[in-house]
């Protein structure tokens, strides 16, 4: 399977969880909260973030379990790899995207013209954490609450089983961003990150779809700042 929509969904950064506490935020108030927590990634140059996803289509009877491993570089490289129960593998750099699934022998290239719902949103991904928050109010509505992530699902392997070690038992910062363009709304429901009050550190996704499809990410074991091999964001022998 390929794993665009996988990619594209957590590109987003979506979340909604069970609300603890509530507080009146103008919309003001969240976007100018929200960019002053982005705006503190201005000095990360480099990220490597593993995670943990729990993605629920309609349909499918029980959520589909998988994790792996977000890699973020300046000025303007990701790359998302699902390292089980299955291996996949999406980059975007400038204005190349490379991708390969389980069994390819090689990796495949084309650009971001060619699949730009892609390149946006992974192009997006990569300017908030490295904090670049110009396009956040003209694209989206911002609101903010305070509530609890969802728990982690029960699983045998050893990331999910951390992840479920370390949950945040306190309330998040919540901030849900419903899309400006009405042709993105019929996509995307809606679009928010949740951080840990103290730390500003992403903690918990979730992907609401306007299909109903429901998609969560925990992120553990972040690194900052760290030096990234030379072919993370070039694969060699890509075609």
């Given at each position: 399977?390929?794993n665009?929509?996988?990619i594209?969904?957590c590109?987003?950064l979506?979340l909604?969880?069970?609300?603890v506490?509530?507080?009146?935020v ?5 976007v100018k ?7 503190a ?5 480099t990220?490597?973030?593993d995670f943990v996803c ?16 977000l890699?973020?570089a300046r000025?303007?490289s990701?790359?998302?790899s699902?390292?089980?129960p299955?291996r996949s593998?999406?980059i975007?750099?400038?204005?190349t995207?490379?991708?390969?699934a389980?069994?390819?022998?090689h990796?495949?290239?084309?650009s971001t013209?060619?699949?730009p ?13 490295l904090?670049?928050?110009h396009a956040?109010?003209?694209e989206y509505?911002?609101s903010e609450?305070h509530?609890q992530?969802?728990?982690v ?7 999910a089983k951390?992840v ?8 998040l910062?919540?901030?849900t961003?419903?899309?400006?363009s009405t042709?993105e ?8 990150l ?6 500003h ?6 992907i609401?779809?306007a299909?109903?499809d ?11 700042n760290v ?5 993370t964001?070039a694969?060699s022998g890509?075609?």
């Amino acid at each position: 399977m390929r794993n665009a929509g996988l990619i594209i969904c957590c590109s987003l950064l979506v979340l909604t969880s069970r609300v603890v506490r509530a507080e009146n935020v103008t919309a003001g108030g969240a976007v100018k909260h929200l960019t002053t927590i982005l705006k503190a990634s201005k000095k990360v140059n480099t990220l490597r973030i593993d995670f943990v996803c729990s993605k629920h289509l309609k349909v499918l009877k029980r959520p589909f379990l998988s994790g792996g491993r977000l890699f973020i570089a300046r000025p303007n490289s990701v790359r998302f790899s699902t390292l089980w129960p299955y291996r996949s593998d999406w980059i975007v750099r400038n204005a190349t995207v490379w991708s390969r699934a389980q069994g390819d022998k090689h990796w495949q290239q084309s650009s971001t013209t060619q699949r730009p719902g892609l390149g946006r949103m992974m192009m997006e991904l990569a300017d908030w954490s490295l904090g670049r928050t110009h396009a956040l109010k003209s694209e989206y509505q911002v609101s903010e609450r305070h509530g609890q992530a969802a728990a982690v699902p029960a699983g045998t392997d050893k990331g999910a089983k951390a992840v479920a070690a370390t949950q945040s038992s306190g309330a998040l910062d919540i901030f849900t961003l419903t899309p400006r363009s009405t042709s993105e709304r019929q996509v995307l429901s809606s679009l928010s990150l949740a951080f840990e009050p103290t730390t500003h550190r992403l903690y918990y996704i979730k992907i609401n779809t306007a299909g109903g499809d429901v998609t969560r990410y925990w992120f553990w074991r972040v690194k900052i700042n760290v030096a990234l091999g030379r072919n993370t964001f070039a694969p060699s022998g890509a075609r």
